[in-house]
Antibody, heavy 122, light 107 residues
Framework: EVQLVESGGGLVQPGGSLKLSCVAS????????MHWVRQASGKGLEWVGR??????????EYAASVKGRFTISRDDSKNMAYLQMNSLKTEDTAVYYC?????????????WGQGTLVTVSS | DIQMTQSPSSLSASVGDRVTITCRAS??????LNWYQQKPGEAPKVLIY???SLQSGVPSRFSGSGSGTDFALTISTLQPEDFATYYC?????????FGQGTKLEIK
């Protein structure tokens, strides 16, 4: 059974940093790109970024709203993905989901974590 | 970056109704368009992928159509459990943008 479990959310002041973690199980993690999607309370879904597999050079891409402030990384030996968030703004307050794309190449998010809440406030 | 525009942003309907939600991309995305359903307090769940493929386990009353820039999600006969928020997402090129969502409410 595929599972994605996020952790690391919490309250942080504007300008601060936070690192989210996502532990994966039930699929070949090392061969999968991992994505982060966020959702502010009562708002829509926003794609944050992704990290591709080793075979694809661990390439990363980010939404314009977080580029230069957020960094996605992974540790295939631990089946972990990370989202390092720096220079946080109040508008980064959201539930952050870790998600994977399906393995058939159809490029849809087939599994999601339960989400972890990040609150940026003074 | 590709912008996704959904309409309507909200919709009131009754059980048994047929409803259609549309999604327009700012440039051609071929058929790389997915539809998700989200209920309060839950993570999104995929319904339709690559424009018209029904995800395993999703009822056949859900269907998707379109290609290029214009897409649609149709629910043929609304059931009580279908009242939720629906999002389209393009997976043609990163950033994989979502539409703003359509909240489907009971009339």
């Amino acid at each position: 059974e595929v599972q994605l479990v996020e952790s690391g959310g919490g309250l942080v002041q504007p300008g601060g940093s936070l690192k989210l973690s996502c532990v994966a199980s039930g699929f070949t993690f090392s061969g999968s790109a991992m994505h982060w999607v966020r959702q502010a309370s009562g708002k829509g879904l926003e794609w944050v970024g992704r990290i591709r597999s080793k075979a694809n050079g661990y390439a990363t891409e980010y939404a314009a709203s977080v580029k230069g402030r957020f960094t996605i990384s992974r540790d295939d030996s631990k089946n972990m993905a990370y989202l390092q968030m720096n220079s946080l703004k109040t508008e980064d307050t959201a539930v952050y989901y870790c998600t994977k794309l399906d393995s058939s190449g159809a490029y849809y998010h087939d599994y999601w974590g339960q989400g972890t809440l990040v609150t940026v406030s003074s | 970056d590709i912008q996704m525009t959904q309409s309507p942003s909200s919709l009131s309907a009754s059980v048994g109704d047929r409803v259609t939600i549309t999604c327009r991309a700012s440039q051609s995305i071929s058929r790389f368009l997915n539809w998700y359903q989200q209920k309060p307090g839950e993570a999104p769940k995929v319904l339709i992928y690559v424009a018209s493929s029904l995800q395993s386990g999703v009822p056949s009353r859900f269907s998707g159509s379109g290609s290029g820039t214009d897409f649609a999600l149709t629910i043929s006969t609304l059931q009580p459990e279908d009242f939720a928020t629906y999002y389209c997402q393009q997976s043609y090129s990163a950033p994989y943008s979502f539409g703003q969502g359509t909240k489907l409410e009971i009339k």
